[in-house]
Protein backbone atom coordinates (compact mmCIF):
# COMPACT_ATOMS: atom_id res chain seq x y z
CA UNK A 1 0.00 0.00 0.00
CA UNK A 2 1.37 3.26 -1.43
CA UNK A 3 1.62 6.20 1.83
CA UNK A 4 2.33 9.72 1.19
CA UNK A 5 5.10 10.55 3.90
CA UNK A 6 3.63 13.14 6.03
CA UNK A 7 6.65 15.32 5.18
CA UNK A 8 5.25 15.22 1.58
CA UNK A 9 1.82 16.71 2.56
CA UNK A 10 2.24 19.04 4.94
CA UNK A 11 0.24 22.03 4.24
CA UNK A 12 0.84 25.35 5.64
CA UNK A 13 -2.43 27.56 5.70
CA UNK A 14 -1.30 31.28 7.62
CA UNK A 15 -4.30 33.44 6.84
CA UNK A 16 -4.46 36.96 9.04
CA UNK A 17 -7.79 39.15 8.35
CA UNK A 18 -8.48 42.14 10.42
CA UNK A 19 -11.62 44.04 9.49
CA UNK A 20 -12.10 42.82 6.16
CA UNK A 21 -8.13 43.67 5.49
CA UNK A 22 -6.17 40.63 4.18
CA UNK A 23 -2.74 41.41 5.49
CA UNK A 24 -1.07 38.53 3.07
CA UNK A 25 1.41 40.59 0.28
CA UNK A 26 1.81 39.59 -2.38
CA UNK A 27 -0.99 37.71 -3.29
CA UNK A 28 -0.38 33.98 -3.15
CA UNK A 29 -1.71 31.13 -6.01
CA UNK A 30 -4.30 29.43 -4.01
CA UNK A 31 -3.40 25.91 -3.14
CA UNK A 32 -6.09 23.22 -2.70
CA UNK A 33 -7.40 22.09 0.85
CA UNK A 34 -5.98 18.48 0.94
CA UNK A 35 -7.75 16.74 3.49
CA UNK A 36 -5.84 15.55 6.75
CA UNK A 37 -5.76 11.48 7.43
CA UNK A 38 -6.26 10.64 11.13
CA UNK A 39 -2.60 9.79 11.14
CA UNK A 40 -1.45 13.19 10.61
CA UNK A 41 -3.61 15.03 12.18
CA UNK A 42 -2.61 13.10 15.59
CA UNK A 43 0.77 14.26 14.67
CA UNK A 44 -0.17 17.46 14.05
CA UNK A 45 -1.25 17.71 17.36
CA UNK A 46 0.94 15.79 19.00
CA UNK A 47 3.86 18.00 17.71
CA UNK A 48 1.33 21.34 18.39
CA UNK A 49 1.69 22.09 14.92
CA UNK A 50 -1.75 24.10 13.82
CA UNK A 51 -3.71 22.77 11.08
CA UNK A 52 -6.96 23.58 8.93
CA UNK A 53 -9.50 21.42 10.43
CA UNK A 54 -13.16 22.88 9.50
CA UNK A 55 -14.95 19.94 11.53
CA UNK A 56 -13.51 21.06 14.68
CA UNK A 57 -12.73 17.44 15.53
CA UNK A 58 -9.13 17.01 16.01
CA UNK A 59 -7.50 20.53 17.25
CA UNK A 60 -4.22 19.57 18.98
CA UNK A 61 -4.93 17.90 21.37
CA UNK A 62 -8.55 17.10 21.54
CA UNK A 63 -9.66 14.65 19.49
CA UNK A 64 -13.21 13.77 20.14
CA UNK A 65 -15.91 16.42 21.13
CA UNK A 66 -20.09 15.48 21.61
CA UNK A 67 -22.32 15.23 19.32
CA UNK A 68 -25.25 14.22 21.23
CA UNK A 69 -28.41 15.18 19.05
CA UNK A 70 -31.35 16.76 21.60
CA UNK A 71 -32.16 19.99 22.29
CA UNK A 72 -31.93 19.84 26.15
CA UNK A 73 -29.33 17.87 28.25
CA UNK A 74 -32.05 15.60 29.13
CA UNK A 75 -33.04 14.83 25.59
CA UNK A 76 -29.36 14.55 25.08
CA UNK A 77 -28.80 12.21 27.86
CA UNK A 78 -31.67 9.67 26.84
CA UNK A 79 -30.01 9.66 23.23
CA UNK A 80 -27.36 8.69 24.40
CA UNK A 81 -28.85 5.69 26.51
CA UNK A 82 -30.69 4.67 23.30
CA UNK A 83 -27.42 4.19 21.41
CA UNK A 84 -26.10 1.97 23.86
CA UNK A 85 -28.58 -0.68 22.20
CA UNK A 86 -31.44 0.16 25.06
CA UNK A 87 -34.72 0.00 24.53
CA UNK A 88 -36.90 2.81 24.85
CA UNK A 89 -38.42 1.49 28.45
CA UNK A 90 -34.96 0.08 29.60
CA UNK A 91 -33.47 3.57 28.72
CA UNK A 92 -36.19 5.26 30.44
CA UNK A 93 -35.31 2.94 33.73
CA UNK A 94 -31.42 4.31 33.94
CA UNK A 95 -32.51 7.73 33.05
CA UNK A 96 -35.41 7.72 36.20
CA UNK A 97 -32.11 6.05 38.28
CA UNK A 98 -29.93 9.25 37.23
CA UNK A 99 -32.30 12.09 37.70
CA UNK A 100 -32.54 10.85 41.06
CA UNK A 101 -28.54 10.48 41.66
CA UNK A 102 -27.56 14.12 40.38
CA UNK A 103 -29.13 14.77 36.67
CA UNK A 104 -32.17 15.95 37.99
CA UNK A 105 -30.16 19.16 39.07
CA UNK A 106 -29.13 19.42 35.52
CA UNK A 107 -25.17 20.01 36.27
CA UNK A 108 -22.54 17.67 34.86
CA UNK A 109 -19.94 18.29 37.54
CA UNK A 110 -21.61 18.08 41.23
CA UNK A 111 -19.82 17.06 43.56
CA UNK A 112 -21.55 15.08 46.83
CA UNK A 113 -23.12 17.02 48.80
CA UNK A 114 -22.08 17.55 51.97
CA UNK A 115 -18.19 17.14 51.10
CA UNK A 116 -18.12 19.95 48.67
CA UNK A 117 -17.24 23.25 50.90
CA UNK A 118 -14.99 23.86 52.82
CA UNK A 119 -16.78 25.20 55.56
CA UNK A 120 -18.23 21.38 55.85
CA UNK A 121 -14.74 20.00 57.30
CA UNK A 122 -15.43 18.78 61.10
CA UNK A 123 -19.28 18.14 60.30
CA UNK A 124 -20.84 14.71 59.78
CA UNK A 125 -21.73 13.74 56.42
CA UNK A 126 -25.12 12.17 57.10
CA UNK A 127 -25.10 10.72 53.41
CA UNK A 128 -23.24 8.44 54.07
CA UNK A 129 -24.89 6.80 57.14
CA UNK A 130 -24.66 3.62 54.58
CA UNK A 131 -20.70 3.31 55.55
CA UNK A 132 -21.43 4.08 59.21
CA UNK A 133 -23.33 4.64 62.14
CA UNK A 134 -23.46 8.88 62.20
CA UNK A 135 -22.33 8.57 58.36
CA UNK A 136 -18.69 10.01 58.02
CA UNK A 137 -16.97 12.78 59.36
CA UNK A 138 -15.42 14.77 56.75
CA UNK A 139 -11.90 15.53 56.91
CA UNK A 140 -9.87 18.01 54.88
CA UNK A 141 -8.93 14.83 52.14
CA UNK A 142 -12.92 14.02 51.54
CA UNK A 143 -12.88 17.79 50.26
CA UNK A 144 -9.95 18.01 48.45
CA UNK A 145 -8.33 14.92 47.77
CA UNK A 146 -9.88 13.47 44.42
CA UNK A 147 -7.86 10.91 43.39
CA UNK A 148 -7.59 9.04 46.54
CA UNK A 149 -10.33 5.58 46.11
CA UNK A 150 -10.69 5.24 49.83
CA UNK A 151 -12.86 8.80 49.86
CA UNK A 152 -16.22 8.51 49.78
CA UNK A 153 -16.51 11.86 48.08
CA UNK A 154 -19.22 11.46 44.67
CA UNK A 155 -18.57 13.18 41.56
CA UNK A 156 -20.38 14.23 38.56
CA UNK A 157 -24.18 14.24 37.41
CA UNK A 158 -24.09 10.03 38.81
CA UNK A 159 -22.34 11.22 42.16
CA UNK A 160 -19.03 8.27 41.11
CA UNK A 161 -17.70 7.21 44.60
CA UNK A 162 -14.00 6.12 45.30
CA UNK A 163 -12.25 3.59 43.07
CA UNK A 164 -15.36 4.82 40.14
CA UNK A 165 -14.50 8.69 40.49
CA UNK A 166 -10.88 8.15 39.93
CA UNK A 167 -11.84 5.92 37.30
CA UNK A 168 -14.05 9.31 36.08
CA UNK A 169 -11.33 11.61 36.70
CA UNK A 170 -8.73 9.01 34.19
CA UNK A 171 -11.92 9.56 31.51
CA UNK A 172 -12.68 13.17 31.95
CA UNK A 173 -8.39 13.83 31.60
CA UNK A 174 -8.00 11.41 28.49
CA UNK A 175 -10.75 13.49 26.77
CA UNK A 176 -8.30 16.48 26.55
CA UNK A 177 -7.72 17.65 29.95
CA UNK A 178 -11.12 17.90 31.06
CA UNK A 179 -10.67 16.80 34.57
CA UNK A 180 -9.32 20.58 35.43
CA UNK A 181 -13.09 21.62 35.23
CA UNK A 182 -14.07 19.39 38.31
CA UNK A 183 -10.79 20.32 40.69
CA UNK A 184 -10.62 24.03 39.59
CA UNK A 185 -10.60 25.35 43.16
CA UNK A 186 -11.77 29.06 44.63
CA UNK A 187 -10.01 29.79 47.68
CA UNK A 188 -12.02 32.86 48.48
CA UNK A 189 -15.44 30.87 48.30
CA UNK A 190 -13.82 27.42 49.51
CA UNK A 191 -15.81 25.46 47.00
CA UNK A 192 -14.71 23.97 43.94
CA UNK A 193 -15.45 26.33 41.08
CA UNK A 194 -18.04 24.28 38.66
CA UNK A 195 -19.87 22.51 41.95
CA UNK A 196 -23.30 22.41 40.62
CA UNK A 197 -23.34 24.76 37.91
CA UNK A 198 -26.51 23.97 35.71
CA UNK A 199 -25.87 22.53 32.09
CA UNK A 200 -26.91 25.60 30.02
CA UNK A 201 -24.70 27.87 32.28
CA UNK A 202 -21.76 25.91 32.41
CA UNK A 203 -22.43 25.75 28.27
CA UNK A 204 -22.04 29.82 28.64
CA UNK A 205 -19.28 29.51 30.94
CA UNK A 206 -16.66 27.39 29.58
CA UNK A 207 -18.35 27.29 25.82
CA UNK A 208 -21.06 24.87 24.29
CA UNK A 209 -18.57 22.47 22.52
CA UNK A 210 -16.31 22.22 25.96
CA UNK A 211 -19.85 21.13 27.78
CA UNK A 212 -20.90 18.78 25.52
CA UNK A 213 -17.05 17.66 25.78
CA UNK A 214 -17.43 16.79 29.58
CA UNK A 215 -21.20 15.42 29.05
CA UNK A 216 -20.02 13.02 26.39
CA UNK A 217 -16.77 12.17 28.78
CA UNK A 218 -18.89 11.36 31.36
CA UNK A 219 -21.50 9.16 29.46
CA UNK A 220 -18.82 7.20 28.02
CA UNK A 221 -17.65 6.34 31.00
CA UNK A 222 -20.92 5.08 31.58
CA UNK A 223 -21.29 2.72 29.13
CA UNK A 224 -17.83 1.28 29.69
CA UNK A 225 -18.30 0.88 33.62
CA UNK A 226 -21.86 -1.00 32.75
CA UNK A 227 -20.35 -3.05 30.00
CA UNK A 228 -19.80 -6.34 32.52
CA UNK A 229 -22.72 -6.06 35.06
CA UNK A 230 -24.73 -8.79 35.67
CA UNK A 231 -27.97 -9.74 37.35
CA UNK A 232 -27.50 -11.59 40.50
CA UNK A 233 -30.47 -14.51 41.42
CA UNK A 234 -31.51 -12.17 44.09
CA UNK A 235 -32.86 -9.40 41.64
CA UNK A 236 -34.37 -12.12 39.85
CA UNK A 237 -36.15 -14.03 42.94
CA UNK A 238 -37.15 -10.90 45.02
CA UNK A 239 -38.74 -8.90 41.93
CA UNK A 240 -40.18 -11.97 39.97
CA UNK A 241 -38.35 -10.75 37.02
CA UNK A 242 -37.91 -14.49 35.98
CA UNK A 243 -40.95 -14.44 33.90
CA UNK A 244 -39.17 -12.46 31.32
CA UNK A 245 -36.50 -14.85 31.14
CA UNK A 246 -33.75 -13.04 33.09
CA UNK A 247 -31.56 -15.10 34.70
CA UNK A 248 -28.63 -14.77 36.81
CA UNK A 249 -25.46 -13.71 35.13
CA UNK A 250 -26.94 -11.93 32.06
CA UNK A 251 -25.99 -8.84 30.97
CA UNK A 252 -27.35 -6.13 32.24
CA UNK A 253 -27.79 -4.02 29.33
CA UNK A 254 -29.79 -7.38 27.87
CA UNK A 255 -31.60 -7.69 31.36
CA UNK A 256 -33.16 -4.28 30.98
CA UNK A 257 -34.13 -4.84 27.46
CA UNK A 258 -36.42 -8.15 28.59
CA UNK A 259 -38.70 -6.05 31.05
CA UNK A 260 -41.48 -4.29 29.87
CA UNK A 261 -42.27 -0.62 31.58
CA UNK A 262 -39.82 2.15 32.42
CA UNK A 263 -40.80 1.48 36.18
CA UNK A 264 -39.27 -2.16 36.40
CA UNK A 265 -36.32 -1.33 34.30
CA UNK A 266 -35.51 1.37 36.84
CA UNK A 267 -35.91 -1.04 39.40
CA UNK A 268 -33.80 -3.93 37.79
CA UNK A 269 -31.11 -1.12 37.13
CA UNK A 270 -31.11 0.37 41.09
CA UNK A 271 -30.54 -3.27 42.72
CA UNK A 272 -27.47 -4.58 39.61
CA UNK A 273 -25.81 -1.56 39.39
CA UNK A 274 -26.73 1.62 41.42
CA UNK A 275 -26.77 -0.41 44.79
CA UNK A 276 -25.48 -4.05 43.96
CA UNK A 277 -26.70 -6.56 46.27
CA UNK A 278 -30.22 -5.02 46.70
CA UNK A 279 -33.05 -6.82 46.25
CA UNK A 280 -35.29 -3.85 45.72
CA UNK A 281 -35.95 0.07 45.56
CA UNK A 282 -35.16 2.15 48.84
CA UNK A 283 -37.06 4.91 50.11
CA UNK A 284 -36.84 6.94 46.88
CA UNK A 285 -37.66 3.81 44.56
CA UNK A 286 -41.10 6.12 43.43
CA UNK A 287 -39.21 9.01 43.00
CA UNK A 288 -37.20 6.84 40.78
CA UNK A 289 -40.32 5.20 38.62
CA UNK A 290 -41.48 8.41 38.16
CA UNK A 291 -39.09 10.07 36.92
CA UNK A 292 -38.14 7.17 34.69
CA UNK A 293 -41.70 7.16 33.30
CA UNK A 294 -41.26 11.11 32.62
CA UNK A 295 -37.98 9.94 30.88
CA UNK A 296 -40.27 7.44 28.57
CA UNK A 297 -43.06 10.51 27.99
CA UNK A 298 -39.91 12.69 26.77
CA UNK A 299 -38.37 10.02 24.39
CA UNK A 300 -41.93 9.81 22.53
CA UNK A 301 -43.22 13.38 22.81
CA UNK A 302 -39.83 14.90 21.67
CA UNK A 303 -39.08 11.88 19.17
CA UNK A 304 -35.48 11.35 20.41
CA UNK A 305 -33.44 8.50 18.35
CA UNK A 306 -30.54 7.34 19.33
CA UNK A 307 -26.95 9.07 18.87
CA UNK A 308 -23.35 8.86 20.09
CA UNK A 309 -21.58 10.63 22.91
CA UNK A 310 -18.57 11.02 20.57
CA UNK A 311 -16.97 12.06 16.76
CA UNK A 312 -13.60 11.36 17.17
CA UNK A 313 -10.77 13.26 14.68
CA UNK A 314 -10.57 10.64 12.15
CA UNK A 315 -11.69 10.85 8.84
CA UNK A 316 -13.39 7.65 8.22
CA UNK A 317 -10.53 6.35 6.97
CA UNK A 318 -10.86 2.68 9.08
CA UNK A 319 -7.84 1.23 7.85
CA UNK A 320 -5.62 4.30 8.41
CA UNK A 321 -6.73 4.59 12.17
CA UNK A 322 -6.14 0.62 12.37
CA UNK A 323 -2.31 0.79 11.30
CA UNK A 324 -1.63 4.04 13.40
CA UNK A 325 -3.14 2.22 16.74
CA UNK A 326 -1.52 -1.05 15.85
CA UNK A 327 2.41 -1.98 16.34
CA UNK A 328 3.78 -3.05 12.67
CA UNK A 329 4.83 -6.59 13.18
CA UNK A 330 3.68 -10.02 15.31
CA UNK A 331 5.00 -10.73 18.88
CA UNK A 332 3.88 -7.61 20.49
CA UNK A 333 2.35 -9.09 24.23
CA UNK A 334 -0.98 -8.72 25.26
CA UNK A 335 0.44 -5.88 28.26
CA UNK A 336 2.25 -3.94 25.09
CA UNK A 337 -0.19 -1.85 23.98
CA UNK A 338 0.65 1.30 21.45
CA UNK A 339 0.08 4.01 23.18
CA UNK A 340 -1.61 5.50 20.69
CA UNK A 341 -3.93 2.70 21.28
CA UNK A 342 -4.41 3.14 24.95
CA UNK A 343 -5.60 6.58 24.78
CA UNK A 344 -7.70 6.08 21.67
CA UNK A 345 -9.75 3.61 23.86
CA UNK A 346 -9.94 6.44 26.62
CA UNK A 347 -11.55 8.80 24.37
CA UNK A 348 -14.19 6.71 22.84
CA UNK A 349 -14.88 4.41 25.78
CA UNK A 350 -13.54 0.98 25.21
CA UNK A 351 -11.10 1.61 27.58
CA UNK A 352 -11.71 -1.46 30.20
CA UNK A 353 -9.95 -2.52 33.63
CA UNK A 354 -7.31 -3.70 33.81
CA UNK A 355 -5.98 -1.08 31.98
CA UNK A 356 -3.39 1.47 33.38
CA UNK A 357 -0.95 4.02 31.87
CA UNK A 358 1.79 1.52 31.12
CA UNK A 359 -0.64 -0.97 29.49
CA UNK A 360 -3.59 -2.96 29.14
CA UNK A 361 -4.39 -6.74 29.50
CA UNK A 362 -6.45 -8.93 28.86
CA UNK A 363 -8.80 -6.98 28.07
CA UNK A 364 -6.56 -4.40 25.99
CA UNK A 365 -5.65 -7.57 24.06
CA UNK A 366 -8.60 -8.59 22.36
CA UNK A 367 -10.01 -8.82 18.83
CA UNK A 368 -13.41 -7.16 18.88
CA UNK A 369 -11.91 -4.28 21.67
CA UNK A 370 -9.41 -3.57 19.15
CA UNK A 371 -11.75 -3.68 15.63
CA UNK A 372 -14.62 -1.15 17.93
CA UNK A 373 -11.54 1.21 19.00
CA UNK A 374 -10.40 1.77 15.50
CA UNK A 375 -14.04 1.94 13.86
CA UNK A 376 -14.75 4.41 16.87
CA UNK A 377 -12.19 6.15 16.38
CA UNK A 378 -11.84 6.75 12.75
CA UNK A 379 -15.51 8.87 13.04
CA UNK A 380 -16.47 6.04 11.33
CA UNK A 381 -19.25 4.88 13.53
CA UNK A 382 -19.26 5.87 17.08
CA UNK A 383 -22.28 3.80 18.18
CA UNK A 384 -20.05 0.29 16.69
CA UNK A 385 -20.35 -2.41 19.89
CA UNK A 386 -17.40 -2.23 22.12
CA UNK A 387 -17.29 -5.74 23.15
CA UNK A 388 -18.31 -9.16 21.42
CA UNK A 389 -17.66 -10.15 17.96
CA UNK A 390 -21.22 -11.82 17.51
CA UNK A 391 -22.44 -8.39 19.26
CA UNK A 392 -20.66 -6.75 16.96
CA UNK A 393 -21.86 -8.82 13.55
CA UNK A 394 -25.63 -8.96 14.73
CA UNK A 395 -25.07 -4.74 14.36
CA UNK A 396 -23.92 -4.89 10.90
CA UNK A 397 -26.45 -7.17 9.82
CA UNK A 398 -29.11 -5.33 11.78
CA UNK A 399 -28.04 -2.32 9.89
CA UNK A 400 -27.99 -2.74 6.30
CA UNK A 401 -27.85 0.84 5.94
CA UNK A 402 -24.61 1.22 7.33
CA UNK A 403 -22.87 -2.11 7.04
CA UNK A 404 -22.31 -4.05 3.43
CA UNK A 405 -21.63 -7.57 3.23
CA UNK A 406 -19.27 -8.55 0.98
CA UNK A 407 -18.86 -11.86 -1.31
CA UNK A 408 -15.14 -11.61 -1.86
CA UNK A 409 -15.36 -15.67 -2.77
CA UNK A 410 -11.35 -15.90 -1.86
CA UNK A 411 -10.99 -12.98 -4.15
CA UNK A 412 -9.03 -10.33 -2.97
CA UNK A 413 -9.57 -7.83 -5.67
CA UNK A 414 -12.92 -7.69 -4.60
CA UNK A 415 -11.89 -6.46 -1.07
CA UNK A 416 -11.21 -2.84 0.39
CA UNK A 417 -8.75 -1.33 3.32
CA UNK A 418 -11.01 -1.14 6.22
CA UNK A 419 -13.33 -4.10 5.05
CA UNK A 420 -14.08 -6.15 8.59
CA UNK A 421 -13.39 -10.10 8.32
CA UNK A 422 -15.52 -12.40 11.10
CA UNK A 423 -14.40 -15.65 11.26
CA UNK A 424 -16.93 -18.24 13.34
CA UNK A 425 -16.50 -21.85 14.11
CA UNK A 426 -17.92 -23.64 17.07
CA UNK A 427 -16.04 -22.01 19.85
CA UNK A 428 -16.78 -18.51 19.25
CA UNK A 429 -15.40 -15.45 16.42
CA UNK A 430 -12.62 -13.64 15.86
CA UNK A 431 -12.99 -9.99 13.94
CA UNK A 432 -10.34 -8.33 12.17
CA UNK A 433 -9.51 -5.58 9.45
CA UNK A 434 -8.40 -5.38 6.18
CA UNK A 435 -5.55 -2.36 5.64
CA UNK A 436 -4.66 -3.34 2.08
CA UNK A 437 -1.23 -4.44 0.80
CA UNK A 438 2.00 -4.26 2.51
CA UNK A 439 4.70 -5.11 0.33
CA UNK A 440 2.42 -6.22 -1.99
CA UNK A 441 0.82 -8.95 0.30
CA UNK A 442 -2.95 -8.91 1.35
CA UNK A 443 -2.60 -7.43 5.34
CA UNK A 444 -4.94 -6.95 8.05
CA UNK A 445 -4.91 -5.11 11.82
CA UNK A 446 -6.14 -7.40 14.47
CA UNK A 447 -5.32 -8.33 18.12
CA UNK A 448 -5.90 -11.50 20.14
CA UNK A 449 -7.80 -12.12 23.76
CA UNK A 450 -5.38 -12.72 26.38
CA UNK A 451 -2.54 -12.93 23.94
CA UNK A 452 -1.05 -10.19 22.18
CA UNK A 453 -1.97 -6.54 21.35
CA UNK A 454 -3.17 -4.47 18.34
CA UNK A 455 -0.79 -5.46 14.82
CA UNK A 456 -0.80 -5.54 11.86
CA UNK A 457 1.05 -7.62 9.06
CA UNK A 458 0.90 -9.00 5.99
CA UNK A 459 -1.74 -12.35 5.90
CA UNK A 460 -5.33 -12.36 5.73
CA UNK A 461 -7.53 -16.05 6.11
CA UNK A 462 -9.71 -17.45 3.68
CA UNK A 463 -11.48 -19.65 5.83
CA UNK A 464 -12.14 -23.10 4.80
CA UNK A 465 -12.44 -26.67 7.04
CA UNK A 466 -15.04 -25.96 9.80
CA UNK A 467 -14.83 -22.24 9.78
CA UNK A 468 -16.50 -19.79 7.96
CA UNK A 469 -16.15 -16.36 7.36
CA UNK A 470 -18.77 -13.12 6.54
CA UNK A 471 -16.86 -9.34 5.34
CA UNK A 472 -18.58 -6.77 6.28
CA UNK A 473 -17.68 -3.04 4.71
CA UNK A 474 -18.70 0.02 5.92
CA UNK A 475 -20.60 2.24 2.91
Not at 250 to 278: D, H, K, Q, R, Y
Not at 344 to 356: K, L, S
Request: hydrophobic share 40%; aromatic share 10%; charged share 20%.
Amino acid sequence: MVRESLARRVVLLVVSMVMGVSFLTPVLDAAPVVALTEAQMYFYGQNNILFYDPDGKGVNGRTCFGTLSGSTLYEKVLSYLLSMGLTEEAAAGVYGNMMHEGLGSGALLSHENGVDEQKDIGTWYSAATYYGENGLLVAEKDVRDLDDPEVMHGLGFIQWSFGRRVRLLQALAAAGGLDKYAREWDDQEGRYVYDGVAYDQLADMIGQSEADAILAAELNFFNTEHQNYVVAQSDVAAQGLGKYGITEGMNIIEALNLVETPEEAAELFFSTSEMPGATGFNAAGNVRQTSAREGYELIKSAGVTASGATSCGGNGNIADTAIMLSWEGLDHAKDDPKPEYVKAMQEVGTYVDPCNETGCAPRGASCDIFVSTVIRYSGADANFPPYGPAVQQAYMDEHPEMYEKIEADGDVRNLMPGDIFVVANGNGRHIYLYIGEIDGQPSQASASFNTRTGEHYAGISWVDYDMEYSIYRRI
